[in-house]
């Protein structure tokens, strides 16, 4: 888990910047393209489907017929016949489908009304298309406003008469009731029991008649439509949204760049130095790695920006180089590369260094005779070389004269340059020749490591490597394809098998090689500058200790300093207390007796 998790660590920093890109371009745009979009509008108007809501006892089941119905003119208002009447209306410059773009519709099943929305640039043309689209769907629905409204008014004013009347026999009732004890014939009593009766039937025909009016005026009718909330012109436009929409598109960038990486990455078929076990890699030795170093355009060896652990990781590939060689002294050793841009030149050039440095006499061979460069990081002219000691220009016995010409300025390090460049290098190693002159730089050396061109693109180094002890292959980190090593080994196998061959990672990012260099403060010691004044860290080198050491020395004043802005100031003079004395060489007279 912890090395997928790396790995993973490793593919998001080394495409941070593809990673970065993919959000900020996609916000920039989204966000130009959205402050540049005009201003919309939208208006509402609100349709009541239905007479439910004036009703005082409404019937459960017209209010769901009417919720029915407002859906079915929630997908009328966007049809044709709709939007082209209101087209013809406004006489609008826009197609059916257009408008219809345009619109959005809502319904309110609880309230069984029907919100229709419209979205335009212009105010007062987003509140007249939606208050044209309410009225042709009011003038399309089969009961119209109007006609309901007259119809209750009607109703209304039955029933107010009716009442009326109904009032007037109770009255009569009442009073005709009133007078028949005062009665004393027996016709006037027939008489006024007649009339009794005419009237109550006709107050029960009189009520009969008010219910039934009022039934009809609580009879809802579920099809018909009103206008409940005319559109108003808006004041303020749409909100753009700004933050959603760049929102959406960092995160739709940074989606599709990591599928892009994430592809890429699995089609990548480049060697890499964590896939390294054991020491072994594609059945081959594994001697070690460098970090990756920037050269820069001047290829310079003695300016280049090593740092320790550089340093380090070159004696860590001097001691596997040597252990491997064995006793094969003085041994020649063929530095090659199976791609170009491996830092073949740049390999050679340090091993030779670090080999030198370890006391052993290295002589550096540049055997890349299409685009020599090995002269390069030593700030040396190519004027006469290997080329013209293959060519028999000069003779194998002053190949040394030509060495000795040019310096290097590292003490047991040699050069050979490469020569004059040839159009066909393979037809100088072709013979004893190029034997010879191995066999002749052998005898003041003890390693000769050969610089050769990268990969098949120099046939020649099958010639050159069947006369080495051994073949170095540079593999860089990333960038040497899996394949093209794998065809430069198993050449090298099959035509020459007594020779092995090594390999090794360059440009390896310094986390990955676990380095553990010296401190900066056993490094070699510095002379005390000429001004006054040291920092605690120009101390510390100085004494060849840690800064910590002289900042415990600075407070339990065994070094005298001052406390001066948060930070100890060391005088020269007391820090020169703390040296010892100079040596004074004595001379004879002063010396014991015994050591004359």
Request: charged share 25%; hydrophobic share 45%.
């Amino acid at each position: 888990m912890t090395k997928r998790f790396w790995q993973y660590w490793g593919i998001a920093r080394r495409w941070g910047w593809l990673l970065v890109l993919s959000v900020l371009i996609p916000t920039m745009v989204a966000g130009a393209l959205v402050s540049r979009q005009p201003n919309f509008y939208r208006a509402k108007a609100t349709l009541m489907v239905g007479s439910g809501l004036q009703t005082p006892d409404p019937d459960p089941w017209q209010l769901a017929i009417a919720n029915s119905l407002a859906n079915a003119y929630a997908r009328l208002a966007r049809e044709g016949p709709v939007t082209q009447a209101v087209i013809d209306r406004l006489g609008l410059d826009r197609s059916p489908s257009q408008l219809a773009s345009q619109i959005t519709t809502q319904v309110n099943s609880e309230a069984q009304l029907l919100e229709i929305q419209v979205v335009d640039q212009d105010p007062r043309l987003a509140a007249a298309v939606a208050n044209a689209i309410a009225q042709e769907l009011v003038r399309r629905s089969p009961v119209s406003q109007e006609e309901e409204q007259e119809r209750r008014e009607f109703i209304r004013a039955q029933l107010d008469d009716l009442e009326a009347r109904i009032e007037r026999l109770k009255e009569e009732i009442t009073g005709l009731q009133g007078t028949l004890p005062e009665l004393t014939s027996a016709a006037e009593l027939e008489e006024a029991r007649r009339r009794l009766e005419e009237l109550e039937t006709l107050r029960i025909n009189y009520q009969s008649t008010y219910a039934s009016l009022l039934d009809s005026l609580r009879t809802e009718a579920p099809n018909a439509l009103s206008i409940f909330e005319s559109a108003a012109e808006p004041a303020t436009p749409l909100p753009r949204r700004t933050g959603i929409t760049v929102g959406v598109a960092a995160i739709a960038g940074l989606a599709l760049a990591v599928a892009g990486v994430l592809v890429v990455e699995r089609l990548d078929d480049t060697v890499r130095w964590e896939t390294v076990e054991e020491g072994v890699f594609l059945d081959r030795p594994v001697l070690g790695a460098l970090p990756r170093v920037k050269v820069g355009r001047e290829r310079l060896l003695s300016t280049l920006p090593l740092r320790p652990a550089d340093m380090e990781a070159l004696r860590h590939l001097r001691t596997a180089l040597v252990v491997e060689l064995e006793e094969r002294w003085p041994a020649v050793v063929l530095i090659a590369g199976a791609d170009v841009g491996v830092g073949r030149t740049f390999v050679a050039a340090g091993l030779g260094r670090a080999l030198a440095e370890a006391g052993l006499r290295t002589l550096l061979v540049d055997g890349d005779l299409r685009s020599p460069t090995l002269h390069e990081w030593f700030d040396l002219p190519n004027l006469e070389g290997l080329a013209e000691l293959l060519r028999g220009e000069r003779k194998l016995s002053t190949a040394w004269d030509l060495i000795e010409r040019n310096p290097t300025g590292v003490d047991r390090l040699h050069l050979l340059p490469a020569g004059r460049p040839v159009s066909d290098p393979t037809v100088l190693f072709v013979g004893d020749r190029w034997g010879a002159l191995l066999k002749e730089l052998r005898k003041g050396t003890d390693v000769v490591l050969v610089d050769s061109a990268a990969g098949f693109a120099s046939p020649e180094i099958l010639l050159i490597a069947q006369r080495c002890d051994g073949v170095l292959m540079a593999c860089g980190h990333r960038r040497t394809r899996t394949i093209s090593l794998l065809q430069m080994l198993r050449s090298l196998g099959e035509h020459i098998p007594g020779v092995p061959t090594w390999l090794m990672f360059n440009r390896v990012p310094r986390r990955q090689l676990h380095l553990h260099p010296m401190p900066r403060w056993t490094a070699e010691r510095v002379p005390l500058a000429e001004r006054p004044t040291l920092t605690v860290g120009e101390a510390a080198m100085v004494l060849g200790v840690r800064p910590a050491v002289v900042r415990r020395w600075c407070r339990t004043g065994r070094l005298q300093a001052e406390y001066v802005r948060w930070r100890w100031v060391v005088r020269r003079e007391d820090l020169e207390r703390l040296l010892p004395p100079p040596e004074v060489e004595k001379s004879p007279q002063e010396e014991p007796a015994f050591l004359n």
